[in-house]
C-alpha cells in the first residue's frame, strides 16, 4: 500500500512540473493542448486517490480485548486452582497390572511378622481350609469324590462337584457360591450349590498351587499360590485380578491364608519359618 501511494505521489509532482514548464516554455495554444493530455492522466490519478477514500485501504483498524466481568470476578476471589502434595506411607496400594482396574483397590499395611519355628505350618495354625460350614450343613472336598455338602441334621450328604480334587484343595462360599481351589490344575473354580460352574480363573503367570481361600466382604476372591510365592485377589466374575503380596514381601511357598473380616485382619504363612498379618482395606467402599 505504501508503495503505491509513494509511486502515484511521484506522479503527480511529474504531472505539476510539467505544468509549470509548459507555461514557461510554450505558447498559449501548445500549453492548452498539453493540458489537455494532463488532464485525462490526472484524472486517472484522481480516481485512485477516490478509490482510497471509499475503500478500508486506509482505514485504521485498532484490534482491543474486554476480559468478562465474570472472569474477572473469579480470577480476584480464586487465589489458586489446586495444590499437588507428595506423601510417603509404608502402606501398599495394589492395582491391576494388566486388566481392568475399577473393581480392584486395596491397601495393605504388615502389621506383624512371625517366627513360626515350623517346618510346616499346614494344619497347625488354623483348621483345615478343606471344610466350611453353611446354613447348617458342611462342605468339604471329598477328593476322589468331589465337592460334597452334609446336612447337620439329617446327616444326608449331596454331591455338589463329581469331578475328583486333591485332599489338598480348599473351599469357602460366599452368598449363594461356592469357591474351591484345585493345586493339581493351578486354578479356581466359582460354582452355586447344585454344581453349576459359574466361572473358572486360571492363569500361571501369576497362580500356581492354589491352596487356602477366602472371599472378602465385597465378594472379592483371595487365593494363596504357593509356587508363586503370591496372594492373589480375583474379582467376584472372575474377570479381573491382581498379585496383592509377592516374594518380593517375604513370601516363600506360602500355603495358609486366614481373612477375619471383623478387624479386616489377613494372616499368610510359609510353608516354614515365617507368618505375616496385615490390615487389608478396600478402598472403593
Known amino acids: 500500500m505504501l508503495i503505491t501511494l509513494d509511486k502515484t505521489e511521484r506522479e503527480i509532482t511529474e504531472l505539476q512540473e510539467k505544468i509549470a514548464s509548459s507555461k514557461q516554455n510554450t505558447s498559449e495554444l501548445q500549453t492548452f493542448l498539453t493540458m489537455k493530455d494532463m488532464e485525462k492522466e490526472m484524472a486517472v490519478e ?21 476480559i468478562n466481568k465474570s472472569l474477572q470476578q473469579i480470577t480476584a476471589s480464586v487465589q489458586k486452582f489446586g495444590e499437588i502434595y507428595v506423601s510417603s506411607d509404608p502402606q501398599i496400594m495394589v492395582a491391576l497390572p494388566t ?16 517366627n513360626t519355628d515350623s517346618s510346616n505350618v499346614q494344619g497347625r495354625l488354623l483348621l483345615s481350609g478343606g471344610v466350611v460350614h453353611k446354613d447348617g450343613h458342611l462342605i468339604y472336598c471329598a477328593g476322589k469324590k468331589g465337592l460334597q455338602m452334609v446336612n447337620l441334621s439329617d446327616e444326608s450328604i449331596t454331591n455338589v462337584i463329581n469331578n475328583k480334587l486333591p485332599y489338598c484343595a480348599y473351599v469357602t462360599t460366599f452368598g449363594d457360591k461356592l469357591f474351591f481351589t484345585n493345586p493339581d490344575n493351578d486354578n479356581v473354580t466359582c460354582c452355586d450349590y447344585h454344581g453349576n460352574i459359574l466361572w473358572t480363573f486360571y492363569d500361571t503367570s501369576v497362580l500356581k498351587c492354589p491352596l487356602f481361600i477366602f472371599v472378602d466382604n465385597s465378594g ?5 499360590g504357593c509356587y508363586t510365592h503370591s496372594v492373589v485377589v480375583i474379582s467376584s466374575d472372575g474377570q479381573y485380578y491382581s498379585e ?19 478387624t479386616n485382619q489377613l494372616l499368610v504363612a510359609n510353608t516354614a519359618d515365617e507368618a505375616y498379618v496385615y490390615h487389608i482395606k478396600d478402598v472403593l467402599r
Open 46 to 66: 484522481e480516481k485512485f486517490i477516490e478509490s482510497l477514500t471509499t475503500s478500508c485501504t486506509t482505514t485504521q483498524v485498532d484490534i482491543s480485548c474486554k
Open 99 to 114: 486388566r481392568n482396574i475399577d473393581n480392584l483397590h486395596y491397601m495393605i499395611t504388615l502389621q506383624k511378622r512371625i
Open 220 to 224: 472379592n476372591v483371595f487365593v494363596v
Open 244 to 262: 496383592l503380596l509377592s516374594r518380593e514381601d517375604g513370601l516363600r511357598f506360602p500355603q495358609v491364608l486366614h481373612y477375619d473380616q471383623s
